[in-house]
């Protein structure tokens, strides 16, 4: 679901922790309003100014709150003060965040090493992925992908899904972030 940060704020200047605040509560209005939806897209297109405390009162601290539930990405940053804002607020927050400009994405905040990096990116990349996949990709044991998939999620990068798996246990299947983002693509 796409969501403008702007229509919620009623302003281009997203600043300061009480309209931060006042954003998260509409936001959290627009989730519990739409219980079946997963995924968030939210746009920033038009936003003139953009603060760290506005996004770590808003968007970081919804995030946080609905981390492995739902998941959140932000489209439409324009500039380098505000990618840097969002990244500062992510870090303070403990909670990544993808952000896109068309096709490619960014995580802002608390970065990953290369090899975590590696398997987010090939996530995002093929959509929904399992364990088993994914080792065979990055050439690491199924223990190492298992634990390192579940880091990921965990810690806010990745969302999955709990599957029967075809040898009749259970598996999680990973699913990327994105503006396009559908559990179980």
């Not at 679901?1 to 704020?9: E, G």
């Not at 968007?59 to 492995?68: C, E, Q, T």
């Not at 299947?173 to 559908?182: A, D, K, Q, V």
Request: charged letters at 20%; proline letters at 2%; hydrophobic letters at 40%.
């Amino acid at each position: 679901m796409q969501i403008s940060l702007l229509d919620l704020a009623q302003t281009d200047k997203l600043f300061g922790s009480d309209l931060g605040k006042r954003v998260y509560t509409r936001l959290m209005d627009a989730i519990q309003s739409n219980p079946h939806v997963i995924h968030f897209a939210l746009s920033v297109k038009g936003a003139t100014w953009t603060d760290v405390t506005f996004a770590r009162e808003s968007v970081l601290r919804m995030a946080s709150a609905y981390r492995g539930v739902k998941s959140f990405c932000l489209n439409d940053l324009n500039n380098a003060d505000q990618i840097d804002n969002w990244s500062y607020a992510a870090d303070s927050k403990g909670q990544p965040i993808m952000a896109w400009f068309g096709k490619e994405f960014r995580i802002l905040g608390c970065q990953l090493t290369n090899s975590s990096k590696n398997i987010v990116e090939y996530v995002l990349k093929h959509g929904t992925v399992n364990t088993a996949q994914v080792a065979d990709a990055m050439d690491i044991t199924i223990h190492n992908s298992s634990t390192t998939l579940k880091r990921l999620y965990m810690q806010g990068y990745l969302m999955r899904t709990d599957t029967s798996a075809s040898t009749g246990g259970r598996e999680f299947l990973y699913h990327g972030i994105s503006p396009t983002f559908e559990m179980g693509r």
